[in-house]
């Protein structure tokens, strides 16, 4: 069970790799500051740096995912839950990138862990209020917070250069947005990767019979798995998300894309040191939409934002009753 629990996480995270991890990096390459072998690259190096140094640092946001679902006392019933929830996930992604849709990972693990506890416990008292209290503060604080500064910083940064020739600051903002696309994948690895390390943690205990929440103690070799699994997805599917994100939205120039990853950046770091568990997804989208209506709303692709806003509003009840459905049917089989 715990080699299952263990492929089947792995997979979620390979997932989130080719999902979720490329809005790290859909800046610098849609404006051709870096190509994109190299990006992946960077990404999987600064996801692993994030994963090892916020876990170190605070790893309160790995605490909240293994302390948000109880799936009850049965270690058995709740290793079951468990690994519906993480097909259900791997489900849900899955289709969302085919169709190029950057959905949020973090709250699909949250929706199919809390469809999947509900349904072993034929109850809402499998859900932990105060730490899923955490998530909905942390969806508002990603979407409107990201579009804010997104806004405030490429309205600074051009206050700053205004008198100066743009081919003159070329080459700075080229090299400042591989720096801002490393602070983002660093920061993803921070928040992302100490998720999906809670839920590894979670596998593990019930795997030993240990089915209540205890604790949090992370090893360093399950936080460098977790990096080079997201690695691995970034580089085997990221493209088609890196398009929707930095291409297809937003035509952006250099500087638009450092203030973007600046931005976001800026607030990943606010949330993973308060221990609030964020969309990075959400983080970078809506502070790319904050660049481009900064210079006119106009700028921004309505359409792709429709079509992501209603995966990111369709995310929590859809994965939920998936993992809630996939719940039932594994009770069934197993």
């Known amino acids: ?11 979620v995270i390979l997932v989130n790799g080719w999902t979720d991890a490329p809005n790290a990096i859909a800046t610098c390459v849609s404006t051709r500051a870096m190509k994109p072998g190299a990006a992946v690259l960077m990404a999987a190096v600064f996801n692993l740096i994030g994963v090892v140094t916020m876990t170190l640092i605070n790893k309160s946001v790995a605490e909240t995912i293994y302390n948000m679902v109880d799936f009850g006392n049965d270690p058995r019933s709740a290793l079951i839950a468990l690994c519906a929830a993480l097909v259900a996930i791997v489900v849900w992604a899955t289709l969302a990138w085919w169709f190029g849709i950057p959905t949020s990972e973090s709250h699909a693990l949250i929706a199919g862990l809390s469809g999947a506890a509900i349904s072993i416990n034929h109850s809402f008292e499998g859900i932990n209020g105060s730490q899923w209290l955490k998530v909905i503060y942390g969806l508002g604080l990603s979407t409107i917070l990201g579009f804010i500064m997104g806004f405030v910083v490429v309205k600074i940064v051009e206050s700053i250069f205004k008198g100066i020739d743009r081919n003159k600051t070329t080459g700075f903002f080229e090299k400042g947005q591989i720096a801002g696309g490393a602070a983002m994948a660093f920061m993803h690895g921070a928040q992302d990767g100490q998720k999906f390390i809670g839920v590894l943690l979670l596998g593990m205990a019930l795997s030993q019979g240990q089915a209540e929440a205890g604790a949090v103690v992370v090893p360093l070799w399950m936080m460098v798995l977790c990096a080079l699994v997201m690695g691995l997805g970034t580089s085997i599917g990221g493209y088609r ?56 709303i106009k700028r921004v692709n309505w359409s792709v934002v429709r079509e992501m806003v209603l995966t990111w509003v369709l995310t929590f009840p859809g994965c939920g009753a998936l993992g809630f459905l996939m719940a039932k049917l594994f009770e069934r089989i197993f």
């Open 1 to 11: 069970m715990l080699i299952i629990t263990t492929l089947l996480t792995l997979g």
């Open 241 to 296: 998300i890196i398009k929707a994100v930095g291409m297809d939205m937003v035509k952006l120039t250099k500087y638009q894309g450092f203030s973007a990853d600046l931005a976001a950046a800026f607030c990943l770091l606010l949330s993973s040191l308060t221990g609030v568990p964020v969309s990075t997804t959400h983080t970078k989208t809506t502070a790319i939409m904050g660049v481009g209506a900064a210079r006119h």
